[in-house]
């Protein structure tokens, strides 16, 4: 049962975050140099990572003191999906993002690089908190320990990734739409109960 929570965590950030990890590969890109910076970068997004565990886990909280929570945690998923598929998110956080981090990093200290990572992954991250949430409600402290390890886990993966990968994957083909489907499967999965 505790592994179950942990792939469902790794399954759940993999692709509800899909869409950020992917747009934030060029930010990465362009504002790091050297695989120090890199490492720097993704310090700041696994702390990020951490606080918005810690938002979900108080979201879901709030979230179980509803009635059909999980029809309410599916809808909210939907409706996320929905935003994505109308980039409302895109634009707004490109300009509002590059604008602070060029700010940051241009100092290329060690420090600050992992500052900008932290705000670069923040700020893409909070919007999965809602579905992050989803998974946290009802559980008790160990199966909502192993979806946080589970979550954990698939931040290392993706920061590996980003570390030795980054070019590679900003070439890929249909991020947006790969990064929809699964929030739509995400979401049938909650509000059949199968997750």
Do not use: C, H
């Not at 996320?80 to 634009?91: E, N, S």
């Not at 420090?111 to 932290?118: D, N």
């Not at 390890?149 to 947006?176: N, P």
């Amino acid at each position: 049962m505790f592994y179950k929570y942990i792939i469902l965590g790794l399954f759940t950030k993999t692709i509800a975050s899909f869409d950020d990890f992917l747009t934030r590969i060029p930010l990465i890109a362009s504002l790091t140099r050297t695989r120090k910076d890199k490492i720097a970068f993704s310090i700041g997004n696994f702390l990020a990572v951490l606080l918005v565990i810690v938002i979900s886990i108080i979201f879901a909280w709030v979230l179980s003191s509803f009635a059909y929570t999980k029809i309410i945690s599916a809808g909210l998923i939907f409706i996320l999906a929905g935003l994505v598929y109308f980039d409302v998110f895109k634009a707004k956080k490109s300009s509002k993002i590059e604008k602070k981090v060029i700010k940051k990093v241009s100092l290329q200290k060690f420090f600050q690089t992992i500052l900008a990572g932290f705000i670069v992954a923040f700020v893409t991250l909070i919007d999965d908190s809602i579905v992050f949430a989803g998974l946290f409600v009802n559980l008790n402290f160990y199966l909502k320990l192993a979806v946080a390890s589970g979550i954990i886990i698939a931040t290392i993966l993706q920061i590996i990734l980003v570390i030795y990968f980054s070019e590679k994957l900003y070439k890929l083909k249909y991020k947006k739409e790969i990064a929809i489907l699964g929030l739509l499967i995400l979401g049938i999965l909650i509000l059949f109960n199968i997750i």
